[in-house]
Structures are given as structure tokens and as C-alpha cells.
Nanobody, 126 residues
Framework: QVQLVESGGGLVQAGGSLRLSCAASARTFSVYCMGWFRQTPGKEREFVASISKSAGSTHYADSVKGRVTISRVNAKNTVYLQMNSLQPEETAVYYC???????????????????WGQGTQVTVSS
């Protein structure tokens, strides 16, 4: 069982930045691909970014490319999401997730992930 705890959410003005963190309880954090998703009420969970277990591969949603960076520090069991130039439509609950993958890939589908955090609220004001 892996427990994931997100932090770093909050209120930011349009054009501002936030860095989200996700701390994992896993003793073998480095075997997990990690991803960030977001969700607003009434909508499906949306992929934001993912990073492979070695950090050798990353994927980003088209809507965030160039503004968002995912990174991880395996020695700290932590994955980060740096978000810049945030817009009001990106207001959502942001979730961290972990996936067991055989290869060093960065999964993009929610169904690929085995463990989820409780989420952290990000609110972008106009």
C-alpha cells in the first residue's frame, strides 16, 4: 500500500505560479511512475503530467506544455509539479497518483494508476 499526500495548493491570481508537492510513503518509491491529474465538479479526471520511475521520460497534456514542469526526487520520495502562467480555467482539485510499470514509461491514463492522493485545491482568480 502506498500513501500519497499532496501539498502546495492554494489561491493564486491569473498569471501566477504554484508548486505542488506529493510525498509518498512507499519504501520503493523509485519503482513507481508518478502522475498529476486534476478534476472539477461534474467533469472527468484530466491528465496533467507524468514522469517515469527513473525520470527519464515525461508527458504533458497539450494544454499545459511549456508552462508546467513535473520532476521527482527519489531520495525524498517526492514528486513536484511546477505550474506557471496559471489561468482561471485551471481551477481544480489536483491529484497525485502512482503507477507500477514494468518499463520506464510515463503513463497518461487514470486507469493505469494504482494509488491516489486525497487531492489539493488550486484556485486561480481572474
Amino acid at each position: 500500500q502506498v500513501q500519497l499526500v499532496e501539498s502546495g495548493g492554494g489561491l493564486v491570481q491569473a498569471g501566477g505560479s504554484l508548486r505542488l508537492s506529493c510525498a509518498a510513503s512507499a519504501r520503493t518509491f523509485s519503482v513507481y511512475c508518478m502522475g498529476w491529474f486534476r478534476q472539477t465538479p461534474g467533469k472527468e479526471r484530466e491528465f496533467v503530467a507524468s514522469i517515469s520511475k527513473s525520470a527519464g521520460s515525461t508527458h504533458y497534456a497539450d494544454s499545459v506544455k511549456g508552462r508546467v514542469t513535473i520532476s521527482r526526487v527519489n531520495a525524498k520520495n517526492t514528486v513536484y509539479l511546477q505550474m506557471n502562467s496559471l489561468q482561471p480555467e485551471e481551477t481544480a482539485v489536483y491529484y497525485c497518483a502512482a503507477a507500477l510499470t514494468l518499463s520506464d514509461t510515463a503513463a497518461t491514463m487514470p486507469r493505469d494508476y494504482h494509488y491516489w492522493g486525497q487531492g489539493t485545491q488550486v484556485t486561480v482568480s481572474s
